[in-house]
């Protein structure tokens, strides 16, 4: 345990019994301890296996790697269709995880196995992502808006990509663009 890390298991009081036994079941399979994102995230030689996080509805277990993961029993959840590598199983109470604590130990020796393995996910490359039409006008008419975009890293690419998209209206749509521009020309994410 990481007395850094305490904090959060003290502070969540709705999913307090829950989150304390995943911390128990992942401690258990050797893993370390650390606060990332402001959640617990569990490593194995400093690359991230498992995240704890709640949520109004549940708490969970985040597999970062989770889509390699052989889903024997079906409880791994892809949290959006954006969502191309983490995987979530999903808790609503303590028995619940306490019934499945040995598939959860199977699962995350299983993504230890994946990460000394070196095994990476195939993420889909930034150009078979939809660019909106209201950020294509711009970089057609903007060759400088082009460049920078283009310069960005293809993470970055696909965060403002997706962030553009989100809105059913155009308007919002234009306003994010807009909004965004200035970033992009200075070579940043979205979140940077």
Request: glycine fraction near 4%; aromatic fraction near 10%; hydrophobic fraction near 35%.
């Amino acid at each position: 345990m990481n007395p850094k890390v305490d904090w959060y298991f003290t502070k969540e009081k709705k999913w307090q019994e829950e989150i304390e036994k995943l911390r128990e079941i992942v401690l258990d399979c050797q893993l370390t301890e650390d606060l990332k994102w402001g959640c617990p995230c569990y490593t194995f030689q400093d690359n991230n296996i498992v995240l704890i996080h709640v949520f109004k509805e549940y708490c969970a277990l985040l597999f970062f790697k989770g889509a390699l993961l052989n889903d024997t029993e079906s409880i791994l959840i892809q949290q959006t269709k954006n969502v191309q590598s983490a995987r979530q199983m999903r808790f609503t109470d303590l028995p619940e995880i306490e019934e499945l604590e040995s598939v959860i130990k199977a699962y995350i020796y299983e993504a230890i196995e994946i990460e000394k393995a070196g095994l990476k996910v195939t993420l889909k490359p930034t150009s078979e992502y939809d660019v909106p039409e209201e950020f294509q006008k711009k970089l057609d008419n903007d060759k400088d808006l082009k460049t920078a975009f283009e310069a960005l890293t293809p993470g970055r690419q696909r965060g403002y990509l997706f962030y553009f998209s989100q809105p059913k209206l155009s308007k919002i749509r234009k306003s994010r663009i807009e909004k965004s521009i200035p970033q992009i020309l200075d070579g940043k994410g979205i979140n940077d």
